[in-house]
């Protein structure tokens, strides 16, 4: 298997260059680039195509959210791992909605930081364990009410499938999860997709966090 080709992005040049040497000593992924700020990173991610940014969120001018939005705007099936000094819930949940599929803090091991990479570059949502009750926390309150007014178009079910989609489960895990029968799931991932205008679940999970829709 191909090791995926990461970039990666942080205006910190000594957590940059030693994050830079960690992963490429490991022989585990091809680092093919580094950018010292958001704006980089957009134009870096377009050149190299990478298939996972490791990207810092706290970065001056265009932050790691806004580059984030940007570089998934231009291709949606790059998957960007962000990185976050603070367990800020409001960051990470606007990071989420920018189409970031993986959360971790910055002093994250080596194992976790590999393991971060594999899942996203896999299509997967990863959240570091030191994240994750800060998410929950901060999202909790909206998970019990899904917003009507979120995509009108699809119908209650189909809004529920899609927040399902949107964090990181295959159609067996929505239909567990929603007591569905996995044909109806299916046929709901389907409908999603024609009324989003999308053509996989990459694009109906960046149209989804953009949108700010509920997490499940």
């Known amino acids: 298997m191909t090791p995926p080709r990461i970039l990666i992005a942080d205006d910190h040049p000594v957590y940059r260059d030693g994050l830079r040497m960690l992963l490429e000593s490991t022989g585990e992924v091809q680092v093919v680039g580094s950018a010292r700020t958001g704006e980089e990173a957009v134009v870096l991610a377009a050149e190299l195509r990478p298939d996972v940014v490791v990207m810092d969120l706290h970065m001056p001018g265009i932050d790691g959210i806004e580059a984030t939005r940007a570089i998934l705007a231009g291709d949606p099936e790059v998957g960007v791992l962000a990185l976050t000094m603070h367990e800020d819930g409001e960051k990470l949940a606007a990071a989420m909605r920018a189409g970031a599929r993986g959360y971790l803090v910055k002093g994250a091991d080596q194992h976790a930081i590999l393991r971060g990479i594999a899942a996203v570059a896999a299509g997967e949502v990863i959240v570091g364990p030191g994240l994750a009750a800060t998410l929950t926390t901060h999202l909790g309150t909206l998970a ?14 189909e ?8 964090a990181g489960l295959s159609n067996n895990q929505i239909a567990d999860r929603l007591s569905l029968a996995p044909k109806t799931v299916r046929n709901n991932v389907s409908t999603i997709f024609a009324k989003l205008q999308v053509t996989d679940r990459a694009q109906a999970i960046v149209r989804a966090r953009e949108a700010g829709l509920d997490a499940p």
Do not use: E, G, M, S
């Open 159 to 166: 809004r529920d499938v899609l927040r399902h989609i949107a």
């Open 144 to 157: 019990a009410h899904p917003r009507a007014d979120v995509f009108p178009q699809l119908t209650n079910r």
